[in-house]
C-alpha cells in the first residue's frame, strides 16, 4: 500500500481537484461525496485515509471487507459497490450502511429481510448497465422504473439512487453520452415521485466527467490509495 502520508497527500490533493472541478460547472463541492474505494487495501491503509478525514469508503468484496472492520477505528461509512450474490446477503445486511449494486428484486427483497432490526435502513442504489455491455451486470436504463417501484416498498431499505461504471474507455464522447443519460434517468424518476437524491458515478479515470453529469458520489480508488493489492484469494467468486 501507499504509506499513511502518501494516502494523506493524495486524498487532499483529489479534494483540492473535486473542488476546483465543480467550480468550474457551477456546482458546490459539498453536494459530491468522496466514497474512497478501499477494496484489496489493507485496514492500516483505511485508517490512515480516516486520520486525514475520510469517512465513507467502498468494498468489493464481502470477506475482505468483514476482516478489516473490526481493525479500522473510527465512525466509519461503509458502501458495498462490489457484485452481490444471493449467498452473500446476508453479511452485507448485517455490516454496511449502503449497497451501490442492486439489480434485482430478489437480492432487494433478501436485503430487506436480513437487514438487523433496531439498524437504520439500508441505503440502496439501483446499478445500470449504462453501456449496456453484455459482461456488465446492471439493470437496463428501460427495466429501472419498474425495479424501483417494488425496491422503494420493502420496509428495511431506502432507495437512494442510481449508480453506474461507465465503459471503460478514453472516449469523452462516449462517456458524455453514458453519464448524460444516466443524469436524465435520475431525472424521470425523480419527476416521478421518487425521492431520489443520490447518482453514484465516476471512478479515478472519469470522475471530472461524472461531475459535470451531476455525480453525487464518486468512487475512487486507485487515486487515493495507490495500485490496487492482488485481489485478495477467496472463495467470493
Ligand atoms: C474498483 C472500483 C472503483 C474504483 O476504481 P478506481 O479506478 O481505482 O478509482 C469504483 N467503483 C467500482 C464499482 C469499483 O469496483
Not at 26 to 38: F, K, M, W, Y
Not at 95 to 117: N, Y
Not at 231 to 236: L, M, V
Amino acid at each position: 500500500m501507499s504509506d499513511p502520508t502518501t494516502i494523506a497527500q493524495q486524498l487532499q490533493d483529489l479534494r483540492q481537484a473535486m473542488a476546483t472541478a465543480c467550480a468550474s460547472v457551477g456546482r458546490n463541492v459539498d453536494e459530491v461525496q468522496l466514497l474512497a474505494v478501499s477494496k484489496t487495501q489493507s485496514a492500516d491503509a483505511v485508517n490512515a485515509a480516516v486520520i486525514a478525514g475520510q469517512r465513507h469508503f467502498g468494498e468489493n468484496y464481502v470477506q475482505d471487507a468483514l476482516g478489516k472492520m473490526d481493525h479500522v477505528v473510527g465512525e466509519v461509512v461503509w458502501h458495498f459497490i462490489g457484485p452481490l450474490q444471493s449467498n452473500k446477503t446476508r453479511a452485507v445486511a448485517e455490516h454496511f450502511d449502503w449497497v451501490h449494486t442492486v439489480d434485482r428484486l430478489k437480492i432487494a427483497e433478501r436485503l430487506s429481510a436480513q437487514r438487523p432490526a433496531g439498524r437504520a435502513a439500508l441505503n440502496i442504489c439501483l446499478q445500470i448497465n449504462i453501456s449496456r455491455e453484455t459482461a456488465k451486470s446492471g439493470v437496463a436504463p428501460e427495466q429501472v422504473m419498474p425495479l424501483a417501484e417494488r425496491l422503494v416498498e420493502l420496509p428495511n431499505l431506502r432507495l437512494r439512487g442510481l449508480m453506474a461504471i461507465a465503459e471503460d474507455t478514453s472516449d469523452t464522447s462516449k462517456l458524455r453520452a453514458q453519464f448524460g443519460e444516466m443524469q436524465t434517468l435520475m431525472a424521470r424518476l425523480q419527476d416521478a415521485g421518487m425521492p431520489l437524491d443520490t447518482l453514484s458515478m465516476g471512478m479515478s479515470q472519469d470522475w471530472r466527467l461524472a461531475i459535470e453529469f451531476g455525480a453525487t458520489i464518486i468512487r475512487v480508488g486507485t487515486a487515493v490509495f495507490g495500485p490496487r493489492q492482488p485481489r485478495p484469494p477467496s472463495t467470493e467468486h
